[in-house]
């Protein structure tokens, strides 16, 4: 999936002929996409039962990913990225529950995701560096593989759960964590947007481009593994906001890729952290974890709707990537402020594993 999504802008631009406006515009279809699949289906993973659901997601990923294949021109794509964004946005709020429920740690199970995104990532800048359309095929290939894996799931025991189409009691009892992801989430994403293209104009080629996501991807695999589990989720989210603002405000110093690249081990931390501490927070304070996870998931998507808009504004008005980067450390130290303000009397009772279930 991440993979994929590294490589779409530089397709889209390079080979396609797009504007860097219209890329923002594919970009926020596939958020806007991915937001609405993740709240339906996070709620119906915990009505209906969350191993359907993984399957029916990876699946339909997988069809759909491979339509990158064939996408020519900019109607094409952007459709094939909303459909790309609806169907990965089906799976990780019922995935994040099942884990959950599974007693897996989120540190460790967020470290599998980060692991795939680094080697998906480093497969796939091999893989364009002999036809842009291979790093596709490479996403489709692990996205089957991936489908495959979901059918081995096993049954598990877990509470049947009645969610309303509107949870507003889930997301008031979430609220800070929703609101902290979003408003950081939303502002790196701006600078996600167009992140592939100031990478290439920074004079990177495809692979190494890989190299510096894939930096990312063990950064994160390295403090998910050391680090997530051994603190409480509200310091980890906290750590997360304050560590991204420092990051961002990296970038805007950085004149080569080879400067860019010690960055990328703060960008871990940084999402490990925030990532793992916000996925903690939901699944351990909720009893509808898949609802609580999928809302997380579509503030996630959510944010990248509002980047790209934020992205295309601040670009019209004052072009350059380094406008982009002081909005998103502003904005990752707004969320901190909120965050802290939100809890700080709050002594929430986390939800015990061990339910009285009924097997689904």
Request: charge should be positive; aromatic fraction near 16%; glycine fraction near 8%.
């Amino acid at each position: 999936m991440l993979s994929a999504f590294t490589y779409v802008p530089i397709l889209a631009r390079e080979t396609i002929g797009i504007s860097e406006l219209l890329v923002t515009i594919i970009v926020g279809g596939y958020a806007t996409a991915s937001f609405i699949s993740s709240y339906i289906f996070g709620r119906a993973g915990d009505i209906y039962g969350r191993r359907i659901v993984i399957r029916l997601g990876l699946l339909l990923a997988t069809f759909s990913f491979g339509l990158l294949m064939v996408s020519s021109s900019f109607e094409v794509l952007f459709f094939v990225r909303v459909a790309n964004g609806f169907c990965v946005g089906m799976y990780p709020g019922a995935l994040a529950a099942y884990a959950f429920e599974s007693k897996m740690k989120m540190g460790r199970f967020a470290t599998w995701g980060a692991a795939g995104w680094g080697l998906g990532t480093l497969f796939a800048g091999y893989a364009a560096g002999f036809n842009i359309y291979y790093a596709f095929l490479m996403s489709t290939v692990f996205l089957a593989i991936a489908f495959g894996s979901a059918l081995t799931l096993p049954p598990m025991k877990t509470e049947m759960v009645k969610v309303p189409w509107f949870p507003i009691e889930t997301f008031k009892r979430n609220a800070s964590i929703y609101l902290a992801v979003f408003i950081r989430h939303s502002s790196a994403f701006a600078v996600w947007t167009l992140w592939p293209l100031f990478l290439y104009d920074l004079g990177a080629d495809t692979l190494s481009i890989a190299i510096v996501q894939a930096t990312n991807a063990v950064a994160q695999v390295f403090f998910m593994v050391t680090v997530t589990d051994r603190f409480d989720s509200k310091k980890l989210v906290a750590i997360g906001l304050i560590s991204s603002a420092a990051t961002f405000a990296w970038f805007t110093f950085a004149h080569s890729i080879i400067e860019i690249l010690p960055s990328q081990l703060l960008l871990g931390f940084a999402w490990a952290t925030l990532y793992v501490g916000a996925l903690k927070y939901v699944t351990e304070n909720n009893k509808e974890r898949s609802t609580a996870a999928g809302l997380l998931q579509s503030m996630l998507s959510l944010s990248g709707v509002v980047g790209p808009v934020m992205a295309a504004f601040i670009y019209t008005i004052i072009p350059g990537y380094t406008p982009i980067m002081f909005y998103a450390v502003g904005m990752s130290l707004f969320a901190y402020v909120i965050f802290w303000w939100s809890n700080r009397n709050d002594e929430q009772q986390p939800v015990t594993r061990d339910l009285e279930t009924n097997l689904l």
